[in-house]
């Protein structure tokens, strides 16, 4: 009975919120289709209908390619979990592999034969938004062969991150009793205060390279604004982006040491000394702003709430019965609980998405707002615009789907905002 409820439950959260995305996406494209012939006024001086053209069927194309994977998507979501995809493919590995090797192979076997699957039925749609949607609009800078060895680069590191993890988690469910989430839950924020550190130390230089910023006046000029707004400079690279796609962006990342600016050659190669130090002035306004800590707790916290939530799920019958899985006899089940747990949590976690977007948001206003108090406001509209121009980002997106799925404000308010600062 509770296992139906369940399937019932699922499929239900499953069809609202594909139907959410739908109507979502499709808002997105009647509105920027009906805004494509004009540019708005705000912009007229500054963009021209040529560019804003590009982002609207920029827009229109990927929005299509979003339905596309969206309905690929939950076939393979369905596919695996009501219709019986994981109990096959559990019951193969687990007869293949438990007698002969012992339960800790076999669950970390069904690990890798799940996310292998996974990654070729993500495969084709990757390729086709890399080779066809980025080239088409003249973004892509990727060559089969770089796309070949980025895809083994990425085996080889997830193994020798993701077993020895997913192995210590496996070892805590079976182990360390009732309270094993709790434990495991501990492991995992140490793993991600490590990530923090090892990532723009070690694994990001092997997929590109980063150089010190070589341009000495540049340099000067951000070293002041780095002393101005008192932050102990670490470094300040740049980064190859253009290996791969040709648009733009900077970032900040890491931890203690680790902490670094990098800035895509793509976006030195389009902004002013003035403008390259206005977009530092937003990211080192993240930072005094503590906008990382803040986001990274909250994901702790619900973190968290879902490692204790599958603790007690996990010794649930209807828990694996009701999404589809048979559970094992004479082996452990943890590593089925766990997979079934991350495919059935995103259509419920879909929920909170605007609430997120909404935060990072709020954050993004705050950063704007620190720039123009340490560097040019100005300067960071200008750089803003073109970087939006650059990257094909369109000016005119449905409100309702901003407010959904925007993770930085649409470019009319942001820039409405920083005019209203104090020059
Ligand atoms: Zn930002």
Redesign the pocket.
């Known amino acids: 009975m509770q296992s139906l409820w369940l399937s019932v439950t699922f499929a239900a959260a499953l069809l609202v919120s594909v139907a959410l995305k739908f109507w979502l996406a499709t808002r997105q494209m009647r509105h920027v289709a009906a805004h494509r012939a004009e540019v708005p006024a705000a912009f007229a001086a500054t963009v021209p209908l040529a560019a804003h053209q590009k982002a609207a069927d920029y827009t229109l194309v990927r929005s299509r390619f979003a339905l596309l994977s969206l309905a690929l998507g939950s076939a393979v979501l369905l596919g695996w979990t009501l219709l019986g995809g994981l109990d096959v493919l559990n019951t193969v590995v687990r007869d293949a592999v438990q007698p002969r090797f012992g339960s800790m192979a076999y669950q970390l076997a069904l690990l890798v034969a799940f996310v292998l699957i996974g990654g070729l039925l993500d495969a084709p749609l990757e390729i086709y938004n890399t080779f066809r949607i980025e080239q088409r609009f003249g973004f892509n800078r990727m060559t089969w062969r770089l796309y070949l060895a980025d895809v083994a680069k990425g085996l080889l590191i997830g193994a020798a991150i993701g077993l020895p993890l997913a192995a210590l988690v496996l070892w805590l469910m079976a182990s360390a009793g009732a309270w094993w989430w709790l434990a495991a839950w501990l492991a995992w924020v140490a793993f991600q205060l490590l990530m923090l550190v090892i990532y723009p130390t070690i694994i990001a230089p092997l997929f590109n390279k980063f150089e010190p910023l070589p341009d000495e006046s540049l340099k000067q000029r951000v070293q002041a604004l780095m002393a101005r707004c008192g932050f102990a400079a670490k470094g300040l690279f740049v980064m190859d982006g253009s290996r791969r796609s040709a648009h733009a962006n900077a970032y900040f990342t890491g931890l203690g040491a680790a902490k670094r600016v990098v800035f895509f050659d793509t976006l030195l190669a389009r902004l002013t000394a003035g403008e390259v130090e206005a977009v530092l002035a ?2 080192l ?2 930072f005094k702003l503590r ?1 990382d800590p803040k986001r990274m707790a909250t994901i702790f916290a619900a973190s968290l709430a879902a490692l204790a939530l599958l603790g007690w799920l996990s010794q649930q019958q209807w828990f694996y019965t009701g999404l589809g899985v048979t559970p094992n006899l004479g082996a452990p089940n943890d590593a089925l609980a766990l997979l079934l747990f991350l495919l059935a949590l995103p259509p419920f976690g879909f929920m909170l998405m605007p609430l997120a977007a909404r935060v990072s948001r709020r ?2 206003f705050e ?2 707002a620190y720039a123009c108090a340490h560097a040019s406001g100005r300067d960071l509209a200008n750089a803003l615009l073109k970087l939006h121009e650059d990257n094909a980002g369109t000016l005119t997106p449905d409100p309702v789907y901003v407010a959904f799925y925007y993770s ?1 404000p649409a470019a009319s308010e942001r820039l409405a905002a920083l005019r209203m600062e104090p020059a």
């Open positions: 937003h990211e306004g993240h906008h954050h993004e950063a704007d930085h």
